[in-house]
């Protein structure tokens, strides 16, 4: 993303702005089933120290009030989750400047430092334009403004806007997670059950410690359940995206996807090699689905658009990864039949990098690189014409490496320091 310049103040009127308290909901729903699982696993704990649980043990009030703590944290999730989906839009304005954003509704005014604000997007709703902002906390404040010119404008002065920052959404809702918690209970109990089975015939325990054992299982399920098929968290940057779906986290490169389809339940990026990875957004209002896709499609169009010889060449240089992260970025230029399809660098071009002898070292051995991995037998005559013009040893050794298909690390450095030694004189 580029840097990001001095924004002008400016003040709109939407006709209506909503805030949703998702973050909130989501921190009282850890924090409920948090409960649960503790009022469970001391209740289990209690009625093995105990076997006659009952008046004589020191755990019930404890228990009793871990149980009362659960009940009232559930209630009081179920109640912010139902604020979200009915929560009152109002009018009223927002302004911003480069330091915070100011939210006024009736007679509420919210300001909201402008570093709190995480990711914004704009969306085509059936009230018009949509601007959502998803601030630190989770929370997302939306508003329908009058035209796209007004939505991009209101981004941009929130520092959110596409050449700003990475779009970070988390996808689904309040309302499927529930439903997903919901839904675990039954397996959930099940499971327990054979636990519960498994453990008395090995244990003999009594049975209040079966009965606790059940509910812990079952009060672990919803929370599992939700880790394992609960909707991602996803950032697009410009360099691709990030999906982190609690049980597995991955990132899919711009230069490897051909296509960005759509399901009713999921976004599919179709890629080079033929697979299709799909991005879970069930239970994702349709507004805030399309305006994923339309971020990716931007992204991937601004990937593959021409860049200049400099910006192209610039590509194979280290920049600080480690060795096999240059190794794989290299490797990824390479298309078996289109060869340097993601810089656009031709041979020639790779070539006259290798044979510019007033080139970063690391430039030059990453060309002979990438040009060994379509024709080692070609480069390598091509390279021991450059070597046979190379004073420098170090630079040598580190060429005829990378000739053979191979970036020696200790022979990189090498040449690097020895072009440093020679630079300083």
Avoid at 40 to 49: D, P, Q
Avoid at 100 to 115: D, K, L, N, Q
Wanted: charged share 25%; glycine share 8%.
């Amino acid at each position: 993303m580029n840097a990001p310049a001095e924004t002008a103040a400016i003040e709109v009127t939407p006709s209506s702005i909503g805030v949703r308290r998702e973050g909130l909901a989501r921190r009282l729903g850890r924090v409920s089933m948090g409960a649960i699982v503790a009022s469970c696993v001391v209740s289990f704990v209690a009625s093995i120290v105990y076997p006659s649980f009952g008046a004589a043990s020191p755990f019930d009030k404890l228990i009793g009030l871990l149980y009362l703590l659960s009940v009232a944290l559930l209630a009081v999730t179920a109640l912010t989750n139902l604020w979200c989906w009915i929560a009152p839009r109002r009018a009223g304005s927002i302004a911003a400047d480069g330091a915070s954003i100011r939210v006024s509704r009736g007679f509420g005014v919210r300001v909201i430092p402008r570093a709190n604000i995480k990711a914004g997007w704009l969306s085509q709703s059936g009230a018009g334009h949509e601007v959502e902002l998803r601030l630190a906390s989770g929370d997302v404040v939306s508003a329908s403004v009058r035209s796209k010119q007004e939505a991009d404008a209101l981004l941009d002065a929130a520092g959110v806007a596409s050449d700003k920052r990475a779009l970070s959404m988390r996808l689904g809702g309040a309302g499927i997670n529930t439903l997903i918690a919901l839904a675990a209970l039954l397996p959930g109990m099940v499971a327990g059950s054979l636990v519960a089975l498994s453990l008395d015939a090995l244990l003999r325990l009594p049975s209040a410690a079966l009965g606790f054992m059940i509910f812990t299982v079952m009060a672990l399920a919803p929370p599992a359940a939700l880790w394992l098929v609960g909707a991602p968290q996803v950032d697009v940057g410009d360099d691709g995206v990030s999906v982190n779906s609690g049980s597995r986290k991955r990132f899919i490169a711009f230069s490897d996807v051909v296509a960005v389809t759509t399901t009713p339940f999921s976004v599919v990026l179709e890629l080079r090699d033929g697979r299709k990875d799909a991005i879970r957004t069930l239970g994702t209002k349709a507004h805030r689905r399309d305006a994923l896709v339309a971020r990716i499609r931007e992204e991937i169009a601004s990937a593959s658009a021409p860049r200049s010889l400099s910006d192209r060449v610039a590509l194979l240089d280290r920049n600080g990864r480690t060795m096999e992260a240059w190794a794989e970025a290299l490797r990824a230029v390479i298309d078996e039949g289109d060869a340097y399809r993601h810089t656009g660098l031709t041979r020639r071009e790779l070539t006259e990098v290798l044979d510019d002898p007033h080139a970063p070292a690391e430039r030059r051995i990453a060309a002979a690189y990438v040009l060994s991995r379509s024709d080692k037998g070609d480069v390598a005559e091509r390279v021991r014409v450059v070597i046979d013009g190379t004073a420098q040893e170090a630079v040598r050794v580190a060429l005829a490496r990378a000739a053979e298909g191979a970036l020696d690390e200790e022979a990189i450095a090498a040449a690097e320091q020895s072009r440093v030694r020679v630079e300083a004189r």
